[in-house]
């Protein structure tokens, strides 16, 4: 599968971003999806996850109340609703699929879209 994020950009703190991610490839609706960020200076980290059929998500502490994931089957696209961002959201915002089949789990990446938090 290949994804491409997109809808990152330049923002003030406590504004608001919705990043997209367009999958291609095999069925889209196979994959669980998740996005992780990736700071300055520092690993990548988790952000959200999403199961196939979008019935659960899971979010990290920090992005709880303020992010929300979604996914739109049809359209092939994930999302990631983002409000009241702060400086610390900053980073290269990165989508992830998963695909697990008996013995293995493949994963793929987006080539990472930039958010910027600042005044």
């Known amino acids: 599968v290949h994804l491409v994020e997109s809808g990152g950009g330049l923002v003030q703190p406590g504004g608001s971003l919705r990043l997209s991610c367009a999958a291609s490839g095999r069925t889209f609706s196979s994959y669980a999806m998740g996005w992780f960020r990736q700071a300055p200076g520092k690993e990548r980290e988790f952000v959200a996850a999403i199961t196939t059929n979008g019935g659960n998500t899971n979010y990290a502490d920090s992005v709880k109340g303020r992010f929300t994931i979604s996914r739109d089957n049809a359209k092939n696209t994930l999302y990631l609703q983002m409000s009241s961002l702060k400086r610390e959201d900053t980073g290269v915002y990165y989508c992830?699929?998963?695909?697990?089949?008996?013995?293995?789990?493949?994963?793929?990446w987006g080539q990472g879209t930039q958010v910027t938090v600042s005044s």
């Open positions: 992830n699929a998963q695909i697990t089949s008996p013995g293995r789990v493949d994963a793929y």
